[in-house]
């Protein structure tokens, strides 16, 4: 719930911040797809990137001791240097950017809340 939350956040914040002209340059490459179709679709992506670490290294029989390398603070600084780097590659098309944005923050979002349970994160 909080990849999908934290997703249309971070998609109507993109397209906030980047303004009218990236918001064109998205509806033009999608056609078919409304400014409401692309913040439903980051939405969805949040949503199921905000799962993927505990798709990665599930719980098992009550193990809350599951968290490896996926729900570490070195995935975390690494998706994170990631996501700036694709941001700021001009290079890259407009729709990579912003879906690649919002799977990250999706993913970043579990990461997050999890750091604030008493298991916490490992480092590596
Ligand atoms: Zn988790």
Avoid: C
Avoid at 3 to 8: C, I, K, Q
Avoid at 18 to 29: D, K, N, Q, R
Avoid at 76 to 100: G, I, K, R, S
Wanted: without cysteine.
């Amino acid at each position: 719930m909080a990849g999908v939350l934290t997703g249309a956040a971070v998609a109507y914040a993109r397209l906030y911040y980047h303004g009218p002209e990236e918001t064109e340059s998205l509806l033009s490459t999608t056609e078919q797809i409304s400014y409401l179709g692309i913040l439903l679709i980051s939405a969805a992506v949040g949503g199921q990137f905000g799962l993927m670490p505990d798709i990665l290294e599930p719980a098992k029989n009550g193990n809350w001791r599951h968290r490896k390398f996926f729900h570490s603070y070195t995935l975390l600084a690494m998706l994170a240097w990631f996501t700036y780097q694709t941001e700021t590659n001009p290079e890259l098309h407009d729709m990579v950017q912003h879906f690649f944005t919002v799977a990250a923050a999706g993913y970043l979002s579990h990461l997050l809340l999890d750091s604030r349970t008493p298991a916490g994160l490992p480092w590596i």
